[in-house]
């Protein structure tokens, strides 16, 4: 266990800042049901990517909570963009964390299939679906540092923190890599 946690935290970056700067493979948008773009991240990527991204998005009709589909970039630094639809926080009863571990487990495993070495993560359902932070960090890494040992194709997974709590939540997470 202390190995594989060693091992998959050396696969493993932290990043405060914007999700569509960054020079990775791929990124995961953290989309709505309906694909069709939103606020917060959603708006960021679409915004960055250009009209293509959302042409692209509207033939696929939609993707329910929990799964992730894979589509071209746009005008993003990025090969590919991975949404996932992240669950609605409604107290915990309603198969929340199930749900938000399959959309980082779903997303790792599109990436791997189409062969993206390089995979960035916003922090999915903490924003307008109001997940709680400390609980979702929790799962993101333990599902990412658990995926990475099965899928030696994913080389580096970084994990985008917009907001300090977040940060501060992963940095804990992870100090043995994080530096400072
Ligand atoms: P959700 O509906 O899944 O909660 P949001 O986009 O509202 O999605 O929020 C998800 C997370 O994305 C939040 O922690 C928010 O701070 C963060 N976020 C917003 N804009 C960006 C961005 N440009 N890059 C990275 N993360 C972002």
Known sequence: MLNFLIMAKAKIELIRGDITTLPVDV???????????GGG?????????????????RTIGGCPAGEAVITGSGRLPCKKVIHTVGPVWQGGGQGEAALLASCYRKS??????????????????????????????????????????????????????????NYGLYEKLMPSVTPG
């Open 41 to 57: 991240v959603d708006g960021a990527i679409h915004r960055a990517a250009g009209p293509a991204l959302l042409e692209e998005c």
């Open 108 to 165: 790792l495993l599109l990436a791997a299939e189409a062969g993206l070495t390089s995979i960035a993560f916003p922090n999915i359902s903490t924003g307008v679906y109001g997940y709680p932070k400390e609980e979702a960090a929790n799962i993101a890494f333990k599902t990412v540092a658990g995926v990475l040992e099965e899928t030696p194709v994913i080389k580096k997974v970084v994990f985008v923190c917009f907001d300090r709590e």
């Open 27 to 37: 990124m995961v948008n953290a989309a709505n049901s309906s694909l069709l773009g």
